[in-house]
């Protein structure tokens, strides 16, 4: 069983990574870029035989381990 | 117009980063995780009145700037 967990910076946290990939690439021509943000994402294999509910244990290590709660949000997605 | 480019090492290359979550999580009581593999994903806002295809021209900055061709992959999704 595989998930998806998109980790991303909340709307309101800065990302200067983003900016310059986007004056970057405008300044390479291409001028209708208007924005870039940029996540990361982890794909993660859960034996199901494992006992618990997969999707609760993949949502837990989300929240606990792989998202800075302070300045990042995160979304699961079964793939 | 929002697209969100994936990027990801192809399947036959090895992503220490992942097994090292991997090996993190089965040590800290999720015995059940079989395996990570991380990647990233850049949120692109195009301005749709800015002449050319928007989506050829994200795919193209995805294939050539985002991408490593020689171990990265890349899936384009709009949003």
Do not use: W, Y
């Not at 994402?41 to 800075?68: C, H, M, S, W, Y």
């Amino acid at each position: 069983m595989r998930f998806r967990v998109h980790v991303s910076l909340k709307p309101s946290v800065l990302d200067p990574q983003g900016q310059t990939i986007c004056s970057s690439l405008r300044s390479h021509g291409h001028g209708s870029i208007a924005a870039v943000r940029q996540g990361k994402f982890f794909d993660i294999d859960v034996d199901p035989a494992g006992g618990a509910d997969p999707k609760a244990e993949v949502e837990q290590i989300a929240r606990e381990v792989l998202t800075n709660p302070v300045i990042e949000e995160f979304r699961l997605e079964q793939l």
